[in-house]
């Protein structure tokens, strides 16, 4: 089992930034394919962005590309999401996701076997 743990979310201006953590305890932490998905009210949840458990390897939502990072310290059990010149349409609950195997980054939430609880962005215009 991984339990997972999102924190960063706020309130914030668009044009502003924003980082989310997400912290894994469980199995061995480093194997993961990790990623991030949003959850807009009355849409479905959506990928924004997956990165290999050597962090070489990223994928990203076109929606996100330019504006969103994420990355990751095995060391310490903790992915990243910096995110840059938020939108309102940013606005989402956003989740953190980690794959039971090592798989290359997947959009789809499928491949995903363990999910945080989740964290609130809001922003405004």
């Known amino acids: 089992q991984v339990q997972l743990v999102e924190s960063g979310g706020g309130l914030v201006q668009a044009g502003g930034s924003l980082r989310l953590s997400c912290g894994a305890s469980?199995?061995?932490?480093?194997?993961?394919?990790m990623g991030w998905f949003r959850q807009a009210p009355g849409k479905e949840r959506e990928f924004v962005a997956a990165?290999?458990?050597?962090?070489?390897?990223?994928l990203y939502a076109d929606s996100v590309k330019g504006r969103f990072t994420i990355s990751r310290d095995n060391a310490k059990n903790t992915v990243y999401l910096q995110m840059n010149s938020l939108k309102p349409e940013d606005t989402a609950v956003y989740y953190c996701?980690?794959?039971?195997?090592?798989?290359?980054?997947?959009?789809?939430?499928?491949?995903?076997?363990?999910w945080g609880q989740g964290t609130q962005v809001t922003v405004s215009s």
């Open positions: 990165i290999t458990w050597s962090g070489g390897f990223k």
């Open positions: 996701a980690a794959s039971g195997s090592e798989i290359l980054p997947s959009r789809e939430t499928y491949d995903y076997d363990y």
């Open positions: 469980g199995r061995t932490f480093s194997r993961h394919t």
